[in-house]
């Protein structure tokens, strides 16, 4: 019981750390939400996508969230920046927002979560690029799904969490209390995504910042728990080396959630990686969109050009 009351204590607090981080986008009036639907996955259940077409015979990218979010609450600032250039495909994961409902969370199921959307829309060589949590699923595609990736951009990423003593005590405290509380957090999850699922279609014209609130409470906090306590058991530096496609790493130099430097080990372990560094926390994505979007820019075009070139070196 006092882990649910802790879980509820937080959610309330992230809640009021959003409102005040997303009060300056009250006076950004041009930044526009693209419209979403449902896109029913086979024998997987359905999630919510947003697709911007980019221009004709443009290549494809697969944005993936950060944990406690939405598609769209992360990559909002610069989706349109990318339909520039890019065919760009937003879904919300499962558990998250109005992703697929299941029994279970774990990182696996999130990887094929995106080959089935890669399969679905029949997109070709995509890059994967994924934010935080994102990141992680992303290397978990590769892993799982290596034919099915053209490339892959990491963002404020890690190969492990569990790196220090108070990492490890915590994340072992996650997975023992989520473990406990697990046929509980089902329930509590699937009522909460189901109603998060049918007032988020009926929410009326809001102004971004209350537009955001929105999406950041369409994740229950249960869910959330159970996320981070999957994330604990994340550990891809046996097979980095391994990554065979186009790589970058986009690091926040001034990330308080995951120090640089491991990022940079990460970066160094993967062969041929680029390492491209925005000024920002590990948040920057959103609440310091203008330091991070074209650092993020670039490596998503220098990972693109990279996969051209190999396409050419293989025809």
């Known amino acids: 019981m006092k882990v649910m009351s802790v879980l509820s204590r937080v959610g309330s607090c992230l809640g009021t750390a959003v409102r005040k981080q997303l009060d300056p986008y009250v006076a950004l009036p041009d930044v526009e939400i693209p419209q979403g639907r ?23 990218i697969v944005l993936l969230h950060a944990v406690g979010c939405t598609g769209m609450l992360t990559w909002f600032p610069v989706v349109h920046r990318l339909a520039e250039r890019y065919r760009v495909v937003v879904f919300d994961q499962r558990w998250h927002g109005r992703g697929i409902i299941s029994e279970s969370f774990s ?38 799904h290596p034919d099915l990736v053209g490339g892959l951009v990491l963002a404020a990423t890690t190969d492990h969490f569990r790196s220090n003593r108070s990492e490890s005590v915590f994340h072992s405290g996650m997975e023992i209390s989520m473990g406990a509380l697990r046929t509980l957090s089902k329930s509590r999850t699937v009522r909460r995504a189901t109603r998060s699922t049918a007032e988020a279609l009926n929410v009326p014209d809001l102004d971004l910042a209350q537009w955001a609130l929105e999406e950041w409470r369409s994740t229950s906090p249960w869910a959330v728990a159970q996320a981070v306590a999957a994330l604990g058991r994340h550990h891809s530096t046996p097979w980095l080396a391994r990554i065979d496609v186009p790589t970058a790493v986009v690091i926040p130099s001034k990330d308080k959630a995951i120090p640089p430097a491991r990022q940079r080990r990460l970066a160094a372990r993967i062969p041929g990686a680029t390492v491209h560094e925005a000024p920002c926390g590990h948040a920057g994505c959103v609440v310091q969109s203008d330091r991070f979007t074209p650092t993020f820019l670039e490596a998503v075009n220098v990972t693109a050009a990279r996969i051209r070139d190999r396409q050419r070196l293989n025809a």
Not at 41 to 59: D, N, Q, V
């Open 107 to 144: 990182l696996h199921d999130c990887a094929d979560d995106v080959a089935a959307v890669i399969t679905e829309l029949g997109l070709e060589d995509p890059i994967i690029a994924g934010y935080s949590m994102g990141s992680v699923i992303a290397q978990r595609v590769w892993r799982q």
């Open 38 to 60: 449902w896109l029913q996955l086979p024998r997987r259940g359905r999630t919510w996508l947003t697709e911007l077409p980019g221009p004709p015979g443009a290549p494809t």
